[in-house]
């Protein structure tokens, strides 16, 4: 079936393009994309309303889709229902489920759990080492082979320097990034919150930002001995951006990444409005203002590479606890474009192309997968949005089976009309103005 | 009543009280108890009184706070606790005839009050109620022993001893 | 007066000196023959103690009696929270009967604002963590005020392990408030971040802190904290850091001397010290039933809706 998106603004920056173009879909391809298109008999024309604009579908490459093992955090199922509904049309799953996807059964079921619920797409992470033990390599050819496309022990750092030159080397013989949580674990020992003025009058246990940033030099310095990828995942301190730069700056093969709530929350947020709320509990932990603002600075200077949630469902009840013992992590799929069209493009820090590229263009590079493109031959993934939308965060209205985040009630300006995964719609949102899309046969 | 009146009737209430404890050793058993806040001023007055009539050491005297004995506390829904004051009764009590005293004796709860907290200091042989003003409307079987002036009030007014020890001045006014 | 006490972070200092006050008239009545008022006749007091404490439970406990409330102590083993009752439930589990307040010591800071979020009773905090320690801050106040008649421009001394310490916290926040100047010293490791924001001189020299001191606070240093590499061992922090009377000789000669206790003798504290003169360690443990009197007293007032 063919259709035709005519006359909506396109912000398409791998192919060069912000303004009104159409973009003519078959099947589950991009035929077409380009001005005033000619009609055929069998298209349908779908007039895109002004205001709205077409993007490559959103890919957010950090996400815990906690299936298999804990399901009754999320499940795949409901975690891809969040997830187009927070716009993305594909997502990279983290391994550190119960089992750890570190063999093809494991992968193989997640893809097959995916393909069931036949929402977004569904790259899985393999895990480094076996069991993530931070021992030995993981069966890195094979997770490969079964449809992984990175390798991250999340939760944790790969464990030595010398796991971590190993993987890097090897992974690199497949072309597959190694994602690292960047973490001293002495340096963090019991902390659960950053190390500041604010833990320290809710006497909380402080992690300073020189335990991400100690880690990161580790594995740029690595990377840079091996020539392997390593991308930094959920980079929360300013001294972690300092070293990537540097890493960068002497050619070593380094990305990283920023969640939507770092770039919004501080350490404040531990006090004020809900003291001790576990909603803002999460590893990296929300740091200072000046780490907040220097990763707004490293969007718009263009040293960080990605945005992505870092979604890390967990039950209410093991959130319902003290501090110390909750769990790390807040969700974010469904949070995560409001926030950054009202945070970052509304408020002038970065401009939409720029926020596509975060969202969209990199996160395919680094993860060498389709997508961030409407180039003719590609995927018909594609994520409508809707930067005027005044959206109300709410809780009750989520897909994701968890309810942990911070930011329920906030008003925001900016979010999801339509995502469109294969040429199919898989989510509409409420009171979108794209009421008129039929779904795909 | 004005300054003058307070006082007079103050000195006459002391001699009634010689005269009611003229019974041999009575009198060395007396001891005044001011229930705070303006009882407290009253009895130190009395106790003055009495030693200039009789002459010979001055009769003991201690406050009562009965904040914490009162009836109403805890049933108010809104409003922080009233203010507790320090209590300070320097002498046994025990075998002594206590003469409790306050400005004004209207409903008789915080008498009733003053009496249980009197009995957790001991075990007083006699206690009388000294009052400046009885303004009626008891809610509780209590009656003075010695009182000022009989001053018939309806309940909406409201009877304002001030003394010169806590407001600067004497005066008795009933007012509303 | 707020409807729980959850640290002295909440009070101002108008409340601050009410419960002073309060615990004025308090305790007169730890000194009558009967020790008892009517005050809290009928309502009931649950302590419910996840870490063991003999002495802050048994001031609670006398000053509840007192009042004559109905108390109940309930000491929560460990074995109950492997069981795997969480702290929620467990709550949850003793307001069902209708306490009129639940007076709370947890190991986890923020225990207590999480139970003043579920819990309709009236939370007292008698220690959460690293947090507060609100009421012993309030006994210290007291019996400083005892002996200097003030608190604000006197100089307070805090020695210890800050880092862990939530009578530090509360102390801190409560001699601030009323206009004291106060130091804190400790080993470097032991200092918290951002301890300079709390409004505070911050010294790794004891002598520098107690110089001119009018008060002198001494924290417990604990045995794990060579674990964590904190202090490399407690004979060393008792040469840098421990209070003898040489180092008191440097404070102003009325100095008062105080510890929140359980003391160790030889490591913060030098025995001599802790029994000499200027000790007012154990008038403190008895200030700490009035003080807890007046809490509870002013606490109590008003039902639901207050």
């Known amino acids: 079936m063919k259709r035709l998106l005519k006359g909506g603004r396109v912000v398409d920056p791998a192919n060069g393009r912000d303004g009104v173009f159409d973009v003519l879909i078959d099947g589950d391809r991009i035929v077409r994309v380009g001005r005033d298109l000619p009609v055929e008999a069998d298209v349908m024309v779908v007039e895109v309303p002004s205001g709205l604009v077409v993007c490559p579908g959103l890919i957010d490459m950090h996400v815990h889709l906690r299936e298999p093992g804990q399901e009754h955090k999320e499940t795949i199922a409901t975690g891809t229902a969040a997830a187009v509904a927070g716009g993305f049309t594909a997502v990279a799953c983290m391994p550190n489920t119960h089992p750890v996807n570190d063999n093809a059964g494991v992968t193989e079921y997640i893809l097959k759990k995916a393909a069931e619920a036949n929402l977004a797409r569904v790259y899985p992470i393999g895990a480094v080492s076996r069991g993530q033990d931070g021992e030995q390599l993981a069966d890195i050819a094979e997770l490969r082979q079964s449809g992984c496309v990175a390798l991250s022990d999340d939760g944790r750092p790969v464990a030595t320097a010398l796991l971590m030159r190993r993987a890097l080397e090897y992974a690199g013989m497949f072309k597959m990034p190694v994602i690292e949580h960047c973490e001293d674990p002495s340096l963090k020992a019991g902390g659960v919150a950053h190390e500041g003025y604010h833990a320290s009058t809710l006497g909380l246990h402080g992690i300073p930002g020189e335990a991400e940033s100690i880690m990161a030099l580790r594995d740029i310095s690595l990377a840079e001995l091996t020539g392997g990828c390593v991308h930094i995942a959920h980079m929360s301190a300013r001294q972690t951006l300092d070293a990537v730069r540097y890493g960068k700056a002497r050619g070593a093969r380094v990305t990283c990444e920023v969640t939507p709530h770092h770039l919004v929350l501080t350490d404040e947020m531990l006090v004020s409005p809900i003291p001790y709320d576990t909603n803002v509990k999460m590893n990296p932990p929300l740091r200072a203002s000046e780490d907040r603002d220097a990763m707004l600075a490293g969007l718009a200077d263009g040293s960080v590479d990605v945005i992505a949630t870092d979604h890390a469902p967990h039950h209410y009840d093991e959130k319902h606890v003290e501090f110390d013992r909750a769990p790390f992590g807040i969700t974010g799929l469904e949070t995560a474009v409001s926030l950054c069209l009202d945070r970052l493009v509304h408020a002038g820090v970065i401009s939409l192309a720029r926020l596509i590229e975060l969202l969209s263009v990199n996160p395919a590079k680094i993860l060498g997968v389709a997508g961030g493109s409407l180039a003719a031959g590609a995927p018909a993934d594609l994520t409508i949005l809707a930067p005027d939308l005044a959206v109300t965060v709410s809780v009750a209205r989520m897909r994701s089976k968890a309810k942990n985040t911070p930011f329920d009630g906030w008003q925001l300006r900016g979010g999801v009309a339509a995502t469109i995964v294969g040429g199919r719609v898989v989510y509409e949102g409420v009171g979108s103005l794209l009421q008129f899309l039929p779904p795909a046969l | ?176 | ?306």
């Open chain 3, 1 to 306: 007066m707020k409807k729980d006490l959850l640290g002295i972070a909440e009070l101002s200092s108008e409340e601050i000196y009410l419960i002073l006050d309060t615990a004025e008239a308090m305790r007169e009545i730890g000194q009558r023959p009967i020790k008892k008022v009517p005050t809290l006749r009928g309502k009931t007091v649950v302590n419910l103690f996840f870490e063991p404490s003999t002495r802050t439970r048994t001031s609670f406990e006398i000053a509840e009696k007192r009042l004559s409330a109905d108390t109940l102590s309930i000491a929560v083993a460990a074995s109950s929270v492997l069981k795997g009752e969480t702290l929620v439930d467990t709550a949850m589990n003793i307001e069902a009967m209708s306490p009129d307040m639940i007076v709370v010591r947890h190991a986890a800071s923020g225990a207590c604002h999480l139970l003043s979020r579920i819990c309709r009773s009236r939370i007292i905090n008698a220690g959460d963590g690293m947090h507060e320690h609100p009421t012993q801050a309030l006994l210290d106040a007291f019996t400083i005020r005892e002996h200097k008649k003030r608190i604000d421009g006197l100089k307070v001394a805090i020695v210890g392990d800050l880092l862990h310490s939530r009578v530090l916290r509360s102390n801190v926040l409560l001699l601030t408030k009323l206009g004291a100047e106060v130091w804190v010293s400790g080993p470097r490791t032991l200092v918290p971040a951002g301890m300079e924001r709390f409004g505070v001189r911050v010294s790794t020299s004891v002598e520098e802190a107690v110089a001119d001191a009018d008060v002198i606070m001494m924290l417990r240093i604990q045995q794990e904290r060579m674990q964590g590499a904190f202090i490399p061992s407690l004979r060393e922090y008792f040469t840098v850091f421990g209070m003898t009377a040489e180092r008191v000789a440097r404070a102003k000669p009325d100095v008062i001397i105080m510890h929140p206790g359980p003391m160790n003798r030889g490591v913060e504290i030098a025995s001599e010290v802790a029994d000499g003169p200027y000790s007012v360690i154990l008038e403190q443990v008895a200030n700490g039933v009035a003080v807890r009197m007046a809490v509870l007293y002013l606490l109590a007032g008003g039902q639901e809706g207050g």
């Open chain 2, 1 to 176: 009543m004005d300054a003058d009146r307070i006082a007079r009737t103050l000195t006459r209430i002391a001699h009634e009280i010689l005269e009611r404890n003229a019974a041999p050793g009575d009198v060395h058993d007396l001891a005044l108890v001011g229930i705070r806040t303006r009882g407290v001023p009253i009895a130190k007055r009395l106790a003055q009184l009495l030693r200039d009539i009789r002459g010979g050491d001055e009769v003991p005297t201690g406050t009562l706070d009965i904040t914490l004995y009162r009836d109403d506390l805890m049933r108010h829904a809104v409003g922080p606790q009233p203010v507790v004051r320090k209590t300070e009764i320097p002498f046994s009590i025990d075998d002594k005839r206590i003469l409790l005293v306050d400005d004004v004796l209207y409903t008789g709860r915080t008498i009733r009050a003053a009496l249980d907290a009197l009995i957790d200091f001991g075990r007083p042989k006699a206690i009388q109620l000294v009052v400046l003003v009885d303004r009626g409307h008891r809610e509780l079987p209590i009656k003075a022993d010695y009182v000022g002036k009989n001053l018939p009030t309806s309940p909406s007014q409201s009877v304002q001893v001030h003394l010169v020890e806590v407001d600067g001045r004497d005066e008795v006014e009933i007012v509303g």
